[in-house]
């Protein structure tokens, strides 16, 4: 019988990471934007104090590169010496984003902190009160062991009351992420670690539970492909060793999708309140909500959809409404599946119009040619030079709308 104890599992802090989004919406907000990775460690540091966790795991990217700004390290190491004075201790992998050789620090750490080697599995105790409760391994990353497994070298002593391992890579295949560390979970499943603690995939998830291999995401969300929640793990493991995983969210910004089907919309009005009526629902004290909303289906609105200029006028009369440091903005109206949303026309015979005709559309330069080789041109004389550049441009986007439509097909006919 050991003893009970917590733990909060974090990791991918990206602290100084460049917020990407799409333009200014008011200076307090962008103030909070470009802030946010420091608020949602905040915000892991006070959970951990409120929690009173023996320890805070954190499964490498603490920065979101070498040349990490002097304020990122700041906010870091203040965040670990309020730890400190709590008596929780730190244990760090170092990521790709910040492997060993490239750290450079400027501000000593506190006590409290570990940092794994980056050439050797190290094993550290875990202490209760005095006792050791738990032993954790961990091997940082180099650049010369990106991608090598460093699981493979994890060899857990047998005399563990419980084991864990920190580690900065990737369990089997994640489209569109770098194989960073990479290995599988029958190879995890093979070493006798009862709680594998995972960073580098941004989402978050629990790929095993016998054992526990956890991914607890990136603490803040960066642009609007990273939508919902983010935050972190605080485990709870038992006397008998059995292990609960609760996620709470830090992020102080969250990017948030929504969907709006025209069928249900009738008139502007209409839409108005529904956008309205999103933004409510996802409404939340002490978070900024970043918005972006999809629309599909096909409604009497559809044309005025499509309308750029209508678009970029209800995303400002949306952001007007909002007051305060905190709220929900909306900062992309898509209709990118209104080309292909119409029954009975195939959705990729609209895409291949919509790819030739664009592959057609090099620049302004490609619409003259196409023009000056018409027979209608020869016949205008010397009125063509009345024909500008902007001309040209407003034709070709109406005959490329106008093309999308008659391939949905027009219930408006005559």
Same mark, same amino acid.
């Given at each position: 019988m050991g003893i009970p104890f917590r733990f909060i599992q974090c990791g991918d802090?990206?602290?100084?990471?460049?917020?990407?989004?799409?333009?200014?919406?008011?200076?307090?907000?962008?103030e909070a934007m470009m802030r946010a990775t420091?608020?949602?460690?905040?915000?892991?540091?006070?959970?951990?104090?409120?929690?009173?966790?023996?320890?805070?795991l954190i499964t490498g990217d603490i920065y979101d590169g070498a040349?990490?700004?002097?304020?990122? %390290?700041? #906010?870091?190491?203040? *965040?670990?010496? /309020?730890? +400190?004075?709590?008596?929780?201790?730190?244990?760090?992998?170092q990521g790709n984003h910040d492997p060993a050789e490239s750290w450079k620090r400027h501000m000593p750490l506190p006590k409290n902190v570990h940092i794994f080697s980056s050439e050797r599995v190290e094993r550290v105790p875990l202490l209760v009160r005095g006792q050791e409760v738990a032993?954790?391994?961990?091997?940082?990353?180099?650049?010369?062991?990106?991608?090598?497994d460093l699981t493979s070298d994890i060899h857990p002593l047998r005399?563990?009351?419980?084991?864990?391992?920190?580690?900065?890579?990737?369990?089997?295949?994640? %489209?569109? #992420?770098?194989?960073? *560390?990479?290995? /599988?979970? +029958?190879?995890?499943?093979?070493?006798?670690?009862?709680?594998?603690a995972f960073g580098h995939i941004h989402k978050r998830q629990i790929v095993s539970e016998n054992p526990h291999i956890v991914y607890?995401?990136?603490?803040?969300?960066?642009?609007?492909?990273?939508?919902?929640?983010?935050?972190c793990y605080v485990v709870d493991v038992s006397s008998r060793g059995t292990i609960e995983a609760r996620f709470h969210e830090t992020n102080v910004i969250r990017f948030a999708e929504e969907t709006i089907d025209?069928?249900?919309?009738?008139?502007?009005?209409?839409?108005?309140?529904?956008?309205?009526?999103?933004?409510?629902?996802?409404?939340?004290?002490?978070?900024?909500?970043?918005?972006?909303?999809?629309?599909?289906?096909?409604?009497?609105?559809?044309?005025?959809?499509?309308?750029?200029?209508?678009?970029?006028?209800?995303?400002?009369?949306?952001?007007?409404?909002?007051?305060?440091?905190?709220?929900?903005?909306?900062?992309d109206i898509n209709c990118e599946s209104l080309e292909a949303s119409s029954p009975g026309i195939a959705?990729?015979?609209v895409r291949d119009y919509v790819q030739a005709l664009d592959a057609m559309h090099t620049g302004i330069e490609s619409l003259e040619a196409i023009v000056k080789g018409r027979p209608e041109w020869k016949r205008l004389g010397s009125y063509s030079r009345l024909v500008t550049d902007t001309m040209l441009q407003s034709a070709y986007d109406r005959a490329r709308g106008e093309g999308i439509r008659l391939l949905q097909g027009n219930d408006h006919e005559d």
């Open positions: 802090l990206h602290l100084g990471a460049p917020f990407r989004y799409l333009k200014s919406f008011g200076r307090s907000l962008d420091y608020g949602s460690f905040q915000n892991i540091v006070n959970l951990a104090i409120r929690q009173r966790v023996a320890a805070v040349e990490h700004p002097l304020e990122a %390290e700041m #906010h870091f190491v203040r *965040g670990c010496e /309020s730890l +400190d004075k709590e008596h929780i201790a730190v244990y760090i992998v032993a954790i391994y961990g091997r940082s990353i180099s650049s010369s062991t990106q991608y090598d005399s563990d009351l419980f084991s864990i391992a920190l580690v900065h890579g990737t369990v089997g295949s994640h %489209e569109g #992420h770098d194989r960073t *560390g990479p290995c /599988s979970v +029958d190879a995890l499943r093979s070493i006798p670690i009862q709680y594998w607890a995401g990136n603490s803040q969300g960066l642009h609007r492909s990273e939508s919902g929640p983010k935050g025209l069928g249900q919309v009738q008139s502007v009005l209409d839409m108005q309140e529904m956008l309205r009526h999103k933004k409510e629902m996802l409404r939340k004290p002490g978070i900024s909500m970043l918005l972006t909303i999809r629309v599909t289906g096909q409604g009497p609105l559809l044309d005025v959809v499509r309308d750029a200029k209508v678009r970029a006028a209800w995303m400002e009369e949306s952001q007007s409404e909002e007051s305060g440091k905190h709220g929900v903005y909306i900062i959705p990729g015979m």
